[in-house]
Each structure stands twice: as structure tokens, then as C-alpha cells.
């Protein structure tokens, strides 16, 4: 096992289904995550990426092989467990925001401290809301904000346990270009400031902003690159689409 990984997986397995119609959603992937590292999961659609981000961050349990978080192996967590672990060390963002309608921005991102037992003082809240760029934006509800706003906030909530790692499921996929480069800069400053952050994307231009990406196809881990452009990932994804 790689010491310095945010997340380690060895010879990890998802299998969907049973019998002939059984998918190996993941399929025998050894992958290690550099903490204080940008990681990208690209690969054709139906390749494992999602399934294996939800692996990573025990939002799914593996059928067989290991996954450890920062050295804690929690492949045989119990639920409990599992949503502590949620709740406390790892974030999660999605390509939808998942924000609560009727709740402003500020409690949108107090909301994991809530569900963790604590009232956070106003303070703390809008130090990670100005640490997004919304530091004015506090009062609004989700659709008072453009989606790259809303995206940040969505990113703002899953910081604000200071996780050890953030996930990302197309944080970008539903934004316009502007708005992305805006999410993209943030993630990319987060990642300059040592957060670990693993995300998958369909975009080239989006994986080249991080430090590394993994090509994942049918389930297995099948390339990498390291500070590759965003031709060349865009070229490689391609062999691989093929
Ligand atoms: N809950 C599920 N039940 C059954 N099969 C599933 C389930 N989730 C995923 N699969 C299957 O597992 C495989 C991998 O799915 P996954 O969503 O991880 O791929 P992906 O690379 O993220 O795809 P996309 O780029 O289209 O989002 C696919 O064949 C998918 O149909």
C-alpha cells in the first residue's frame, strides 16, 4: 500500500446483477489516490467511473479486494461506520448540486455540521462561503444563483467538515464554459492548498486542470497521464473510446 495515498484500492470488484446478466461495474482496479493531489477518472460511458468514485468514497461496499482512506481500510465497515465516515471525511459533489431548495446558501453548507450534532456559528459558515467567493451570497436560495454559484456552494457544503478527501462526479457537466472555469479555478486552488480531490469527467479540458488522470475502461484501470494537456487527454481518451 502507497503511505502517502488519500485512498487505496487493491484488487477492488462491483459486481451489478446476478448470473448472465451479471456487469462487473469495477473489475480487479489497484489504484492509489495522492493525498494533496488532483486526481481526474475519465473513460467511455458505462466504464466504472461513478461506481468507482462511490468505492472510493464508501458511498458503495466492494464485493471483494480493499479499499483504505487515508490507511484506514474500511472494507469491512459496518453502515454506522460508513456514515461517519461520510459525515465526517470525505465530500461529496454532483454533477445536479443537490442543494435544498428552501434552505439559503448558508444553511445549505451548515447542514453536514447539523447532521453531525454541532450548531456552527454564522462565522464559520460564511468563512467557507467567502473562501468559494460567495462571502455576499449567504442569504440567497439555490435558484437565486447561477448554476457555477450554485455548483460552489454544493462545494462550499461538502468543505466545510474539512474533509481529508473531495469527490467529484461531473461537478462540471451541467454548467456552461464560464461557469465551469470558474469551478475548475476553485477546485484547482483548493488542490494548490493540499485538498485531496478525485473527480470524474467527461471533459478533456476539465481533467487536464488536474495533476493526473486514470482511463478506466470496462471496469479496469487501462492508462495515465500526468500533467498532460488538454489534447492530449482529449487524443487518448479517443484510443480508448475506439
Ligand atoms: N445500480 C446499478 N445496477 C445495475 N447496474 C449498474 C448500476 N450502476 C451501474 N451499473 C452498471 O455498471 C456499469 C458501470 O456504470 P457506471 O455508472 O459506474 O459507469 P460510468 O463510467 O460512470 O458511466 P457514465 O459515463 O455513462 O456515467 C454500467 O454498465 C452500468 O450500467
Redesign the pocket.
Known sequence: MEASAAVSLRGVS?V??KGAAA?R??DGVDLDLPRSGWTAVM????????????LAAGLERADSGRVLLGGTDITHATDQQLTDLRRSRVGFVFQSFNLIGSLTAEQNVALPLRLAGRRPPRSEVRAVLASVGLGDRGGHRPRELSGGQQQRVAIARAMVTRPEVLFA??PTGALDSAAARTVLDLLRAMADAGQSIVM?T?DPGAAARADAVVF?RD?RVVDHLAGAGAREVADRLASWER
Do not use: C, I
Open positions: 462491483r451489478y446483477g456487469v461495474a469495477v473513460g467511455p460511458s458505462g466504464s466504472g467511473k461513478s461506481t468507482l468514485l462511490h462526479d461531473e470524474v467527461h478506466l471496469g
